[in-house]
Nanobody, 121 residues
């Protein structure tokens, strides 16, 4: 089983910073992409940022220039540095690993438990 453990969420004032971290462990055959999603009650989960096995990154337009995603392939961890936080960034943030548990398993998304980020105005 693939397990993702997140840390770093919390309460911060507008303009502040937080750093989210996620460590993956378990039966991982291959990791194609790791990333972060967020979800607000009543809305669908949305991609915040991800990073591919080759190091290519994708960001939501709303966070470009403020958030930075990084990955340590050796440790199978991913981090999200969040700067200049805004109230609209308030959400539950989920770590995501897109990969396989075995060669003949289909690739799928594996999710962390979620960590709350609250930005006060």
């Amino acid at each position: 089983q693939v397990q993702l453990v997140e840390s770093g969420g919390g309460l911060v004032q507008t303009g502040g910073s937080l750093r989210l971290s996620c460590a993956a462990s378990g039966s991982i055959f291959s990791t194609e992409i790791m990333g972060w999603y967020r979800q607000v009650p009543g809305y669908e989960r949305e991609l915040v940022a991800d990073i591919s096995d080759g190091g290519r990154t994708t960001y939501a337009e709303s966070v470009k220039g403020r958030f930075t995603i990084s990955r340590d392939k050796a440790k199978n961890t991913v981090a999200l540095q969040m700067n200049s936080l805004k109230p609209e960034d308030t959400a539950v943030y989920y770590c995501d690993l897109y990969g396989k548990e075995g060669r003949w398993y289909p690739a799928q998304h594996y999710w962390g438990q979620g960590t709350q980020v609250t930005v006060s105005s």
